[in-house]
């Protein structure tokens, strides 16, 4: 695993970004190093830069981008064919084996 790979690991662990000042820290290379792999992740479109404050010092709060093909696959088990889940933003509160539009669903899924 080369540099920038190991970066973008360490970037995409972070649910909630890192900041630059501490990825250097925590990948254990220098701040300038950093920066150059930074700015070339974020010209090919893998991770975003916010700038952000720490202790009073200006640096980036760094995300990974989630691609659309990432995204859409985290709905498939809500669809069945083309028909997301009922419980999908339901906000009533049922029996799930006594649920109508629930039970046709999941009939919908032994069919496919």
Known sequence: MDIEEKILKLIKSKKNGILQNELWKTAKIDSSKCSRIVAKLEKDGLITREQ???KGTKTFL????IKKEEKAKNFKLLLSKD????CTGCALECVP???MPLSEWVHGLQNE
């Not at 760094?62 to 981008?65: A, F, M």
């Open 97 to 99: 084996e006594n649920c």
């Open 52 to 54: 952000n404050s720490s």
């Open 62 to 65: 760094i995300k990974s981008v």
């Open 83 to 86: 028909n997301f889940s009922p």
